[in-house]
């Protein structure tokens, strides 16, 4: 009598092979199971990292398989290392009652995107507002800035269709722990991201790509049904009794449901939201300084002589240093291999800085932001909008350090750590920065206890990466690493605490950071928002 056979599905984890050879992945799995690689019906690649560790570079890889075996065989398959069952996570939508009123999304970022998709998933044909313009206008706009510092407050760097993260590098990597990232990356590639963001250890699409991928996931809502109203800002919100019942943008809109998703550099925004009766809460974030070297450089260091690779370079690093003196974390933050420095701004008098790069990342720069934690202790008081004011006086200080225009005050990294007053010129130094670049002495910006630290830091990063500091250069300043602050919100049905009806999301609401988390949240609270208010 045959023996009765099962279809399984089994994820592995850490199965490896050089990155310089070629290899057969069911071939490695089947070892890896002890079966025939003919057992293996199919095979997904979930997750692809490189390992360059050791002196063979590496490629290790999470997968899964399908076999037809016996139950018997799946049982001794499962006590193989890193070998474990998998079910997969079934996404559900329920419908809204068409009675409802057409929600409302104020932003157009991940967020508000993801949001309106999951509603249109619903039933329903939410409106959204955006207060900058579509991507093609927008982008002209940004260019003016960047090449003659001409400042836009409602369409630039910061607002706009696809938010913030438009003029980034497009890096899709979190912390979460979510079974929608697969949605989010699934949904991306529909609309023209690479699918290779669905498995490489560190997804990222590109400046270049995320302007044509969001017009793209713009345009199909359109198509099912979403009101799109860029350049109209909210400016106003009507609450009777503690709850949402209008907004105001360019007409008087009754609604009962808001979901917020301005972006945390929306600060007019988070006035507005208080003086309504939002209730906001102070949390940690970081401040410091972007630092810039040749790509070569760190490829060479990261690398250590190894054959390069165009599927492993250009090369990355991440950094991080607990300051015995202090406490503070100091770390590499949104680290751009390939990429480039940009001006970013919500006022005319104030600068920050970001990265960004285009999916081949071919500049021959790499820059990451170094940044030191900060917390509400910092402060004085209970203000929950402390840490906005300390921000705006440093972007404005960084402002002035430049010599206005946008351009940016910048200062070798030698001379950053050094005790010696002398600051050496460093405008021979090739900078990707633009408008242009001031020298100064980025040590009298930052306050000492910021200062102190990130020098410490410097100093052990240059020992993990010798070089680091003496081919460095460092731009200010770094300051909008996450919102400073969060809107306090119901953990169920994601409702402002005193607004019912207002469902604040994203990067503004202080519960996410980047496009993966904002996109995600954005899904939750559109799957959450009806299910039983505060």
């Not at 993801?114 to 093609?136: D, K, Y």
Request: hydrophobic share 40%; charged share 20%; with cysteine.
């Amino acid at each position: 009598m045959a023996a009765i056979k099962e279809t399984t599905t089994l994820k592995i984890t850490g199965l490896r092979h050089p990155v310089f050879k070629p290899s057969n992945l069911k071939v490695i799995a089947a070892r890896r199971l002890k079966v025939p690689p003919s057992a293996i019906q199919s095979l997904k690649v979930l997750r692809r990292a490189t390992d360059a560790r050791q002196r063979r570079v590496d490629f290790v890889y999470t997968v899964l398989v399908q076999l037809h075996v016996a139950p018997r065989q799946t049982v001794i398959m499962l006590q193989q290392p890193g070998v474990t069952r998998y079910q997969e996570h079934q996404f559900c939508a329920p419908a809204l009652s068409q009675s409802m009123l057409r929600p409302i999304i104020v932003g157009c970022g991940p967020a508000g995107l993801f949001a309106a998709l999951t509603l249109v998933e619903r039933g329903m044909r939410p409106i959204v507002f955006e207060q900058g313009e579509r991507i093609s206008e927008r982008t002209r706009r940004v260019e003016r800035f960047w090449r003659r510092g001409t400042f836009h407050p409602l369409s630039n760097v910061l607002f706009g269709e696809g938010g913030a993260g438009t003029f980034s590098d497009g890096k899709l990597t979190t912390r979460i722990k979510s079974p929608l990232k697969e949605k989010v990356l699934t949904t991306l590639i529909a609309y023209g991201a690479p699918e290779e963001i669905a498995y490489v250890a560190r997804p990222h699409i590109g400046t270049d790509r995320l302007r044509s991928i969001i017009p793209a996931m713009v345009d199909d809502l359109q198509h099912k049904g979403v009101d799109f109203y860029f350049s109209t800002p909210v400016t106003d919100l009507e609450i009777q009794q503690g709850r949402i019942v209008s907004v105001i943008a360019h007409e008087k809109i009754p609604v009962q449901y808001v979901f917020w998703a301005s972006g945390h550099s929306s600060r007019d925004s988070y006035r507005m939201l208080r003086m309504k009766g939002a209730l906001f809460e102070r949390k940690g974030f970081a401040i410091g300084l972007r630092i810039e070297h040749p790509q070569e450089f760190i490829n060479q260091a990261i690398m250590k002589g190894k054959k390069n690779d165009p599927r492993v370079l250009p090369a990355s690093y991440t950094l991080t240093y607990k300051d015995p003196a202090s406490g503070r974390g100091v770390y590499s933050f949104c680290m751009c291999p390939g990429g480039k420095i940009i001006a970013c701004a919500d006022t005319s008098d104030g600068l920050w800085t970001n990265g960004m790069s285009t999916y081949q990342r071919q500049t021959p720069w790499a820059n990451a932001a170094l940044v030191v934690t900060v917390q509400p202790r910092d402060f004085m008081g209970s203000d929950p909008f402390s840490g906005i004011e300390f921000q705006t006086m440093l972007e404005r200080q960084a402002y002035t350090f430049g010599g206005g225009g946008f351009k940016a005050p910048v200062q070798l990294a030698a001379d950053f750590i050094s005790d010696s007053p002398l600051i050496n010129p460093c405008e021979h130094r090739a900078c990707s920065y633009r408008p242009g670049i001031t020298v100064a002495d980025l040590r009298s910006l930052l306050p000492v206890w910021i200062r102190d630290p990130l020098q410490r830091a410097l100093r052990a990063f240059d020992e993990k990466i010798p070089g680091f500091v003496s081919e460095g250069i460092l731009v200010g300043i770094e300051t909008r690493t996450s919102a400073p602050l969060r809107i306090v919100r119901d953990p169920v049905c994601f409702h402002a605490l005193g607004i019912q009806g207002l469902i604040p999301i994203g990067e503004g609401s202080g519960y996410a950071g980047g496009i993966m988390s904002s996109a995600v949240d954005g899904i939750q609270a559109a799957l959450a928002f009806d299910s039983g208010e505060v």
